[in-house]
């Protein structure tokens, strides 16, 4: 088993993808530039292939549109 540390690492993506917060409250917790960035890359890069996936059974171009738009809404807030 792996210590616990403040850092999430690509290793660490299943324990991520799974939620478990007694293993990522420390890494989400830090504060940093570093730790916005990433937060603010998850957010657009899930929100933007969700859009895509929406968006595409009205064509590629909506997809794109849509792949753009999802993430700038959901910032907005």
């Not at 991520?16 to 990433?38: C, K, T």
């Not at 603010?40 to 849509?66: C, D, F, H, K, M």
């Amino acid at each position: 088993m792996q210590a616990q540390t403040g850092n999430l690492d690509a290793r660490q993506i299943g324990v991520f993808l799974r939620g478990e917060p007694e293993r990522i409250d420390p890494w989400i917790r830090q504060p940093g530039a570093g730790h916005f960035a990433l937060h603010l890359a998850w957010i657009v890069i899930g929100a933007g292939t969700y859009g895509a996936a929406v968006g595409v059974w009205r064509g590629g171009e909506q997809a794109l549109y849509t792949a753009i738009k999802l993430p700038l809404i959901i910032l907005q807030k």
